[in-house]
C-alpha cells in the first residue's frame, strides 16, 4: 500500500473513530441524572420533534446495550457453573428470571429478552446494529427474530444481511411490513422448516383469561386459523340472525357464553368464585372495593351485586368463610376452615392473601402453593413461610444460587425476599385487603387474638 493510501485510509478510520467517540459521550451524556427528562419549555416545534426522535434512538441503544448484558451474564454464568461441575442440562437455569427482574418486568417475559438478546449477539449482527443505531426499535427487531427462529444458525444470517446490512431499507417500515418480509425471507431460505413450525403451532393452541378495565375480563383463544376463523364465523352469524335491543358485539359475546358453557348468559354460572369484601361493604356501610381472587379489585356496589344475585337465585348458591384480619395492619393473618385437611386450607388462604404471584413484577395467576425455605432444607409448612407462586417462578426459585425468605411483621404484614445468584435483593409484600380498619386493642390483646385465630384456622 502506498504512503498516501495510508495516511488516507489511517485519517479515514481517525474520522470513524472521532465520530463513534463522540456519538458514544452523547449517548453518555444524555444518562447523566435528570438529563434524559430535561426538555426546553421555550423550544419551538421542530426543536421538541427532534428531541423525540433523538430520546427514540436512545431507547433503541438502551435495548441493545440491554441484550449484550443479557448475553454476556448467560454466557458468563454458564461458564462459572461449568467450572463447578454443575451439569449441562442445568447450567443457567434461572437466568432469564434475574433479567426480568432487573428490568422490572415479569419473569414470564425473562426467557423471551433472553432469546432475543442470544440470538442479536451471536447470531444476527446487522439486525443489532440496525436497533444500536435507532434503525429499529426494540419491538421491531423482536419481530425480526422471531419470524427467522425456525431458522438454522446460516440462514438465519442470511436474513439478517438481507433485511438489516442496509439499515436505510427499514426506514418507514412498520411493524406489519417489517414481519411479513422477515416471513417471506424465511420461507425463501427454508420453506420446509416454515411448515414445520406452523405444525407445531397447533399443538400451542390455548385459552387465557386476564383482567381489563372496568370489571371486564379478556378471554383468549390461540387457535389454528381454520378453527378460529369459523368460531368468528358462527358467532358473526348468531349476530346476523338475531334482532333485538342489543348491539352486535354484544350479541356475539354472549352466544360465546352460550355456546360454551351450555346456558344463557343472563344466568349465574355454577362456578366457585372467591370474592373478598369486609362485611361493612358488604352490609353497605362502607364503599371499599372488594377483591375477586384470579381478577383484583371491583367496586363496591358490583360486588354486593353479585352476592345479591347469587343468593336470591335458586340455580346459584353463596357462602360465607371468616378472614382474619391484624388489629393494627390489617394485614390478612388467619382464617376460618369448615374442612379438616390443613393442607387444602391453608392453599386457599395463601391465595386469598396473596392474590397474584408473589415474585416481584410478575402479576401471574397462582398455580403452586410452595414453601419459601424449602421444605427439604427445614421449611416449615405454614401461611407465614408458604407463597402463592406462578409455575414459572416457583420452578425457578429452585435453581442454584437462589434463595426465599419470607417474614411478617408485628403488625402481621407478609414479605417476601428474593435473592438471586448475582446477589441482587428484590421484596414483594401481600396486598391489604378491603375495607376500612378501625380497631383499637392493646398490644396483649392483639396477641392473644393472632393467636386465637391460628388455632381455629388450624
Known amino acids: 500500500m502506498s504512503t498516501a493510501r495510508q495516511r488516507s485510509t489511517s485519517a479515514l478510520v481517525a474520522r470513524r473513530a472521532v465520530n463513534v467517540s463522540v456519538s458514544t459521550r452523547s449517548i453518555e451524556s444524555m444518562f447523566e441524572a435528570g438529563v ?17 426522535a433523538e430520546l427514540e434512538a436512545v431507547k433503541s441503544a438502551a435495548s441493545a446495550g440491554q441484550a449484550r448484558a443479557a448475553a454476556a451474564l448467560d454466557a458468563l454464568r454458564r461458564s462459572n457453573e461449568a467450572g463447578a461441575g ?32 442470544k440470538a442479536l449477539v451471536h447470531e444476527m449482527p446487522h439486525t443489532l446494529a440496525a436497533l444500536e443505531a435507532g434503525r429499529l426499535s426494540e419491538w421491531r427487531a423482536t419481530l425480526i427474530v422471531r419470524e427467522s427462529a425456525c431458522l438454522d444458525v446460516d440462514d438465519r444470517r442470511a436474513l439478517d444481511a438481507e433485511m438489516c446490512a442496509d439499515g436505510s ?41 386476564r383482567p381489563a378495565p372496568d370489571t371486564m375480563t379478556w378471554l383468549t383463544a390461540l387457535l389454528p386459523v381454520a378453527q378460529g376463523v369459523s368460531v368468528y364465523a358462527a358467532l358473526k352469524r348468531a349476530a346476523d340472525t338475531t334482532f333485538d335491543d342489543r348491539t352486535r358485539g354484544q350479541v356475539m359475546a354472549d ?40 381478577y383484583g379489585p371491583i367496586p363496591a356496589a358490583v360486588a354486593r351485586h353479585l352476592v345479591s344475585d347469587a343468593v336470591v337465585d335458586d340455580r346459584s348458591r353463596a357462602t360465607l368463610r371468616r378472614l382474619y384480619r391484624h388489629p393494627s395492619s390489617g394485614a390478612l393473618v388467619a382464617m376460618e376452615s369448615r374442612a379438616r385437611c390443613f393442607p387444602k386450607g ?9 392474590q397474584r ?27 407465614e413461610n408458604g407463597l402463592g407462586m406462578c409455575e414459572r417462578c416457583n420452578y425457578a426459585k429452585e435453581a442454584a444460587g437462589w434463595r426465599v425468605t419470607a417474614t411478617m411483621d408485628e403488625t402481621g404484614r407478609h414479605t417476601a425476599e428474593f435473592t438471586t445468584p448475582a446477589g441482587m435483593h428484590y421484596q414483594s409484600g ?3 385487603p378491603p375495607g376500612p380498619l378501625d380497631v383499637f386493642v392493646s398490644e396483649v390483646e392483639a396477641r392473644i387474638t393472632v393467636a386465637l385465630a391460628e388455632f381455629h384456622a388450624a
Open 86 to 117: 454443575v451439569p449441562a442440562a442445568q447450567r443457567g437455569r434461572g437466568v432469564a428470571s434475574e433479567i426480568a427482574l432487573a428490568r422490572r418486568d415479569s419473569p414470564a417475559r425473562g426467557g423471551r429478552h433472553l432469546g432475543f438478546a
Open 346 to 354: 391453608l392453599a386457599t388462604f395463601i391465595g386469598l392473601r396473596d
Open 255 to 294: 352466544a360465546l357464553v352460550e355456546r360454551v358453557t351450555g346456558r344463557p348468559a343472563e344466568v349465574a354460572q355454577p362456578i366457585a368464585v372467591n370474592l373478598v369484601i369486609s362485611d361493612e361493604t358488604l352490609l353497605g356501610y362502607d364503599d371499599t372495593a372488594a377483591l375477586v381472587d384470579g
Open 430 to 432: 401481600a396486598p391489604p
Open 169 to 209: 431499507k427499514l426506514d418507514g417500515m412498520g411493524d406489519a411490513r417489517v414481519a411479513a418480509a422477515a416471513r417471506a425471507i424465511a420461507y425463501r431460505l427454508n420453506a420446509r422448516a416454515v411448515v414445520d413450525r406452523a405444525a407445531k403451532a397447533e399443538s400451542e393452541r390455548t385459552v387465557t383469561i
Open 36 to 52: 434524559l427528562a430535561v426538555v426546553d419549555p421555550h423550544a419551538d416545534e421542530s426543536t421538541l420533534v427532534a428531541r423525540i
Open 357 to 383: 404471584c408473589r415474585t416481584p413484577y410478575c402479576d401471574a395467576p397462582i398455580r403452586h402453593h410452595d414453601h419459601a425455605q424449602p421444605h427439604h432444607r427445614g421449611g416449615a409448612t405454614t401461611w
